[in-house]
């Protein structure tokens, strides 16, 4: 099942995806369910919107595949290497990325995003799943001078709209599936690499993070990128893909100048 959160005539709403167009819900399904209000809404007279903002956090996973950890001159990390985003930089499909005047170099970071359904603290790996509301694609934007030289992530990854999360929320997805993630900016292929390559399973993941602190519903957390990853600039538009969940688009613009 494929759940949008869109706006339509001035209001905001989620819906089932069903073809070309939107079973409108009573409310938002991770708190209310599917009841539907019997409305049906074409999705091109929609605009989409970031499926799901996180209650709390963002939690990131760092260098969780092997070739991009070798691409950042290190090895993996034993265990998962975690970083949180506020929830301040969560943007939807089509918003602007947009580039900050501190920094020189924003990188996009394809990946795969998992959307917590229920309060889950220590929670075991092979119960992991079970806490999952479903999955949606990422872009962990950063900016990479400013990674290296606060030696710290969290001013380099929490900037405003360095969180894109989109386009809708895929309930059903299956993680052993083969499912390939590319990132393409201008069409052009930068990243291409298969989810299960990952160095840390998704129930690994959340065993891991549920151990450290509690997950509440509509926490996401991104599961790390693959080797690629690189600088876009303005006017760039950046499409993440990933077999089964669509395609997130944005287009890159510089922030405004200090005044």
Same mark, same amino acid.
């Given at each position: 099942m494929r759940i949008a959160r869109f706006r339509h005539e001035d209001a905001i709403a989620y819906?089932?995806?069903?073809?070309?167009?939107? @079973? #409108?819900?009573?409310? *938002?399904?991770?708190?209310a369910g599917y009841e539907t209000t019997g409305e049906r809404v074409p999705v091109g007279e929609v605009t989409l919107l970031a499926p799901v903002i996180p209650r709390s956090k963002v939690v990131c996973v760092g260098k969780n595949y092997l070739d991009h950890a070798a691409e950042m001159g290190s090895e993996a990390p034993g265990e998962p290497l975690l970083f949180l985003k506020p929830n301040t930089a969560v943007i939807g499909p089509d918003e602007p990325i947009v580039r900050p005047w501190q920094s020189e170099r924003t990188d996009y970071e394809g990946e795969l995003a998992v959307v917590i359904g229920r309060i889950a603290k220590n929670v075991t790996a092979d119960a992991a799943l079970d806490y999952v509301?479903?999955?949606?694609? &990422?872009? *962990?934007?950063?900016? +990479? /001078?400013?990674? +290296?030289s606060d030696g710290q992530w969290s001013r380099a990854k929490g900037f /405003?709209?360095?969180?894109?999360? &989109?386009?809708?929320?895929?309930t059903e997805f299956d993680l052993a599936g083969g499912a390939k993630?590319?990132? +393409? @900016?201008?069409?052009? @292929? +930068?990243?291409? &690499?298969?989810?299960? *390559?990952?160095i840390h399973s998704v129930p690994a993941i959340i065993?891991?993070?549920?151990?450290?602190f509690t997950l509440l519903p509509g926490? @996401?957390?991104l599961t790390g990128t693959p080797a690629g990853v690189g600088p876009f #600039?303005?006017? /760039? #538009?950046?499409?993440?893909?990933?077999?089964?969940? &669509?395609?997130l688009r944005n287009t890159a613009r510089d922030a405004e100048p200090r005044r």
């Open positions: 819906g089932i995806l069903d073809e070309g167009e939107l @079973v #409108v819900l009573a409310g *938002d399904p991770m708190f509301f479903g999955y949606t694609i &990422g872009n *962990d934007v950063t900016a +990479r /001078d400013l990674q +290296r /405003d709209t360095f969180c894109p999360l &989109g386009p809708v929320i895929e993630l590319t990132t +393409r @900016v201008n069409g052009e @292929v +930068r990243q291409r &690499g298969a989810i299960s *390559d990952m065993e891991y993070v549920s151990a450290a926490d @996401v957390i #600039v303005s006017g /760039d #538009v950046v499409e993440v893909e990933i077999d089964g969940l &669509g395609i």
